[in-house]
């Protein structure tokens, strides 16, 4: 779970770095941002995001999203 806002370097960046790094190598990436529009979810799944979560959320919410990723 990554978080959109991040100083210096912000969550895109971030997630782009991982995937180019990790290349073949599974890994799931969740996005944590205060925004939920399409056009701000749509930028996090280019950005190589399974998921994009608004907040506020539960500990609950992560939990299960936690259960569900392969």
């Known amino acids: 779970v990554l978080d959109i806002g ?6 895109y960046q971030l ?5 180019a790094l990790l290349g073949a190598h599974p890994c799931r990436l969740v996005a944590l941002s205060g925004y939920g529009q399409a056009s701000d979810r749509q930028r996090s799944e280019d950005a190589g995001f399974e998921q ?19």
Do not use: E, F, N, T
């Open 52 to 70: 994009h979560l608004v907040k506020p959320i539960s500990p609950d919410q992560v939990a299960r999203l936690a259960l569900a990723l392969p």
């Open 6 to 11: 991040l100083p210096g370097m912000d969550g």
């Open 15 to 19: 997630a782009r770095s991982l995937r």
